[in-house]
C-alpha cells in the first residue's frame, strides 16, 4: 500500500506540472492586451507599456514561465491583477462554497443512485426501462435549464428557497442548507439517472457470476446478497462511476454557481477568464487539479479497502 501511495504522489506531481505547464503558455500565448484591458480604453500607449513593465508582461515568455513556476513551488501563486489580493487567499475563501455544493451532491448521487441502481437491477422489468430513459434525459437536458426550471419554480413562484445568495455553515447550518438546496437539486437530476444507469450494469454483472448463484443456492436472503456479497463487489466500479461524476458535477459548478450567484471557485474562473486576470486562471486550474487527484486516490483507497482484489494490485 505504502508503494502505491508513493506511485500515486509521483504520478500527482508529474500531472500537475504537465497541467500547470500547458494552461501557462496557452493562456500567457493568446496575445491578448492584458494591460490594455486593466487600464481600460482611455489610458494611453505609455500608460499601458508602463503597466504592462509593472507585470512582466514584456518579459520573454520563458521568463515568465520560470518565475511563476519557482513563486508557485513555495505556494505563492501570485496576487490579482484587478484586485491586488493574493490568489491563494482567494481560492481558500472560495474552495469550501464549491466543495460544499459539488461533495454534497455527490454523496447524495451516490446514495440516490446505489438505490436505483439495485431496484433495477433485482426488479428488472419497467423500472429497468425507465431508469434507462432517465439517463438519456439527464444527459440530454442541461444543468442550466433544470435550474431555471428551480429557480421559477420554487423561488419566484413558490418562494420556498431563496434564488439567490450564501450563507456560511458556520454562521447559520440550516440557512447554509436552504441557499444549496436549489443548486444541489441542479446538479443531481443528470447525475443520479446517469450514475444509476452504469451502476445498475456493473450489479448485473456481478449477480450472473458463479458466487452468486452458490449463494442464492444455500439458501441466503437476497438483500443478505445484495447488501453483503454483491454491493461489496461491485464498489470498484461503484467508486470508478462516482469519482467521475465528482469531475463533471466539479466542472458543472461552473455554470450552478453562475446561475445562484454562489461566490465559488465556478464563478471566480468565469470572471478571471472574462477579463483576463491570468494569475487567477491558473490558481484556478492549479487547485482544480490537485482536488481531483486527491478524490481519485480517495476513491482508488477505498476500492481496495472494499476488495481484496483489487487491493492484491497495488
Known amino acids: 500500500m505504502l508503494t502505491y501511495l508513493l506511485r500515486r504522489l509521483l504520478s500527482a506531481v508529474v500531472l500537475l506540472f504537465t497541467i500547470s505547464t500547458l494552461t501557462f503558455f496557452l493562456i500567457y500565448s493568446s496575445g491578448s492586451n492584458t494591460a490594455r484591458t486593466i487600464l481600460g480604453e482611455s489610458a494611453t500607449d505609455q500608460q499601458v507599456l508602463a503597466k504592462a513593465h509593472e507585470l512582466g508582461l ?14 508557485a513551488a513555495t505556494g ?60 438519456v434525459l439527464g444527459f440530454a437536458i442541461p444543468s442550466f435549464i433544470v435550474a431555471i426550471f428551480l429557480i421559477s419554480t420554487f423561488a419566484i413562484n413558490l418562494q420556498i428557497f431563496p434564488a439567490t445568495g450564501y450563507v456560511p455553515a458556520t454562521e447559520n447550518p440550516r440557512q447554509w442548507a436552504v441557499s444549496l438546496a436549489l443548486p444541489i437539486l441542479a446538479l443531481l437530476v443528470a447525475t443520479v439517472a446517469s450514475s444509476a444507469s452504469q451502476l445498475r450494469s456493473a450489479i448485473i454483472d456481478v449477480m450472473q457470476r458463479d458466487f452468486v448463484r452458490t449463494l442464492k443456492a444455500r439458501g441466503l436472503p437476497t438483500r443478505e446478497i445484495m447488501f453483503r456479497h454483491v454491493l461489496r463487489s461491485a464498489a470498484t466500479a461503484a467508486l470508478t462511476v462516482l469519482s467521475l461524476q465528482f469531475v463533471a458535477l466539479l466542472s458543472g459548478s ?14 471566480l474562473a468565469v470572471n478571471s477568464t472574462t477579463r483576463g486576470d ?13 482536488v481531483v487527484i486527491i478524490v481519485n486516490t480517495i476513491a482508488d483507497l477505498l476500492a481496495a479497502w472494499l476488495n481484496p482484489k483489487v487491493r492484491s494490485t497495488l
Open 278 to 290: 491570468l494569475p487567477v486562471v491558473m490558481g484556478v486550474t492549479v487547485y482544480t487539479v490537485i
Open 76 to 135: 505563492n501563486l501570485g496576487t490579482s491583477w484587478f484586485t491586488s489580493e493574493p490568489v491563494a487567499y482567494s481560492l481558500e475563501t472560495r474552495l469550501p462554497i464549491t466543495l460544499s455544493l459539488v461533495v454534497t451532491a455527490t454523496v447524495f448521487a451516490a446514495v440516490c443512485a446505489t438505490a436505483l441502481a439495485m431496484v433495477a437491477a433485482v426488479r428488472r422489468g419497467w423500472l429497468d426501462k425507465a431508469l434507462q430513459v432517465l439517463s
Open 58 to 71: 514584456d518579459q520573454p515568455i520563458m521568463s515568465r514561465y520560470w518565475s511563476w513556476l519557482s513563486s
Open 254 to 267: 461552473v455554470v450552478i454557481e453562475q446561475m445562484f450567484a454562489l461566490p465559488g471557485i465556478g464563478s
